[in-house]
């Protein structure tokens, strides 16, 4: 059983920045693909960044260069830091773990205002 929580979300004005973590439980997590998604209002969650086990990154277009993941496997803890932030990255963001199954965490909310 893995169980992610996720913290950092909350209010920022554009241009603004906010770290997110992801903490998990579980053997798996240094063996995992983790990674971030976003789901916006009305909108499907999308894959906002990706970080293997052998340390490989891929970012959306959307966030590349102002995004940053990374992972700290000794900490079971994953990051996620958001620069030069925009409205449009609004959103619910969720970590996923991604094994032989997927998990989920429950999400955390960014608001960015203009």
């Known amino acids: 059983q893995v169980q992610l929580v996720e913290s950092g979300g909350g209010l920022v004005q554009a241009g603004g920045s906010l770290r997110l973590s992801c903490l998990g439980s579980g053997s798996i997590f240094s063996r995992a693909a983790m990674a971030w998604y976003r789901q916006a209002p009305g909108k499907q969650r999308e894959l906002v960044a990706r970080i293997f086990s052998s340390g490989s990154i891929f970012y959306a277009d959307s966030v590349k260069g102002r995004f940053t993941i990374s992972r700290d496997n000794a900490k079971n803890t994953v990051y996620l830091q958001m620069n030069a932030l925009k409205p449009e990255d609004t959103g619910v963001y969720y970590c996923?773990?991604?094994?032989?199954?997927?998990?989920w965490g429950q999400g955390t909310q960014v608001t960015v205002s203009s």
């Open positions: 996923n773990a991604l094994s032989v199954v997927n998990y």
